[in-house]
């Protein structure tokens, strides 16, 4: 489709069904980590009885521990906050105004602003291009909120698995003052 057929009404629809999508995979990521996190943490439980005191104890608690606390940070991203938080950020010339990172940085004006000054477009239906526009920009905002804290409880997972991993490999392989 050629982008002079397009009316603003047109370009809000296709960003307001892709900032859906990110939604809902944003929340399959946090989900699917949720399921992880459990898993890894039952999974340590299980082999706690047969572990022998020492190192390997303390390392499987800040396991534990940290899978609990990348759980805790995945139920908070399932949580929507649809306030709007203006953002002190300035978008680029060169910034995908398509994207759902970059619209949850606008209002639902700027929005309306910079699809008019880049694609040439002409309202319609101001009214309806406002509406919309504020839906995709919450929508929008809520998906990098889950994104955002997605990666926050997957560093968490990982500082508490592999840290003490790394630490143990020293040990064992590299310390050789032992």
């Keep these: ?9 047109q370009i809000l629809n296709k960003m307001y069904e892709h900032s859906e999508e990110m939604l809902k995979l944003g929340e399959a990521k946090n989900t699917t980590l949720i399921a992880f996190n459990g898993a890894i943490i039952v999974g340590i439980i299980a082999v706690f009885k047969d572990i022998p005191h020492g190192f ?8 534990i521990f940290m899978c609990a606390i990348s759980m805790f940070v995945c139920f908070a991203s399932l949580v929507a906050k649809v306030l709007h938080k203006p953002y002190k950020t300035s978008i680029r010339q060169s910034d995908n105004i398509l994207f759902f990172g970059t619209i949850a940085k606008l209002s639902h004006g700027q929005l309306i602003d910079k699809l008019k000054e880049r694609y040439g477009l002409e309202n319609v239906n101001v009214p309806f291009e406002e509406d919309k526009a504020k839906q995709i920009v919450v929508i ?9 804290l997605f990666n926050t409880a997957i560093a968490f997972m990982f500082s508490g698995l592999l840290t003490p991993l ?13």
């Design 140 to 148: 929008a905002q809520i998906a990098a909120r889950k994104f955002n």
């Design 56 to 63: 390997l104890v303390y390392y499987a608690m800040f396991s």
């Design 1 to 9: 489709m050629d982008t002079e057929e397009l009316s603003v009404i």
């Design 166 to 178: 790394s630490y143990l490999v020293y040990l064992i392989f590299l310390d050789h003052d032992r």
